[in-house]
């Protein structure tokens, strides 16, 4: 079956833009996770959904970013006013059930601010 | 403090060379995951093993195996003969529960493999 999905692959914008990012989970699964990754770094947690809501939202870094998850299965992370300090990948990964459920990743989104 | 560190930054090897990928972890949970990850060139995680906290027993998929170890932490990974396509980086991470919504995930800062010809 399709794994996750990113949208777009990249996405090249001027710092103060606002940008949004999207995820399409595995069919069915319920958990979503938002990571940034920075360049020769592990990913770094952002937001968890468990459904339509976020169940851990702690690793955002400031009220610039946002996400949302509407109807419990896409979800779009927003940026607003981008920095050039926000440029990185941004990857999603989708779990069937709650947390203990291995992760499965998308390709992810590669964000460049300048 | 890093919650899983990975302290070997890049390894080379020549092929047919076995290796080891060291991860260490911290948890003052019973109860938690750790996981391998996969990431080739192209940029996509891909899941390799999960293993649960009060299961220690190591195991062996192909070429690959793990070492559990909760008395030191660590969740090492080996790769036997290694290949070309072996050549990528490896991160490990720790799932710690969070109340009764879920778990949290924390990664390391990875092992780039280059698998020498």
């Known amino acids: 079956g399709a794994g996750v999905s990113q949208t777009p692959s990249n996405k090249v914008t001027e710092k103060g833009k606002y940008v949004e990012l999207r995820c399409d989970p595995i069919s069915g699964h319920t958990a979503l996770y938002w990571y940034r990754q920075s360049l020769g770094q592990g990913p770094e947690f952002l937001i968890y959904f468990q459904g339509t809501g976020a169940a851990d939202d702690s690793g955002l870094p400031n009220d610039r970013f946002f996400a949302v998850r509407p109807e419990g299965s896409v979800s779009t992370l927003k940026i607003q006013r981008t920095e050039r300090g926000d440029s990185a990948v941004y990857l999603c990964a989708s779990t069937p059930g709650q947390g203990t459920d291995t992760q499965y990743f998308g390709p992810g989104t590669r964000l460049t601010v300048l | 403090a890093q919650k899983v560190t990975q302290a070997q930054t890049e390894i080379s090897v020549v092929e047919k060379e076995d290796v080891t990928l060291d991860c260490v972890y911290e948890?003052?949970?019973?109860?938690?995951?750790l996981f391998w990850y996969k990431q080739p060139p192209s940029g996509e995680l891909v899941f390799l093993i999960r293993r649960n906290s009060f299961d220690e027993q190591n195991e062996i998929s192909g070429r690959y195996s793990w070492n559990f170890q909760k008395s030191t932490s660590s969740f090492n990974f080996t790769i036997t003969a290694s290949q070309v396509v072996d050549s990528a980086v490896y991160f490990c991470a720790l799932s710690e529960p969070i109340s009764n919504t879920g778990n949290q995930f924390y990664f390391g800062t990875g092992t780039s493999l280059t698998v020498i010809p």
């Open positions: 948890t003052r949970d019973t109860t938690y995951y």
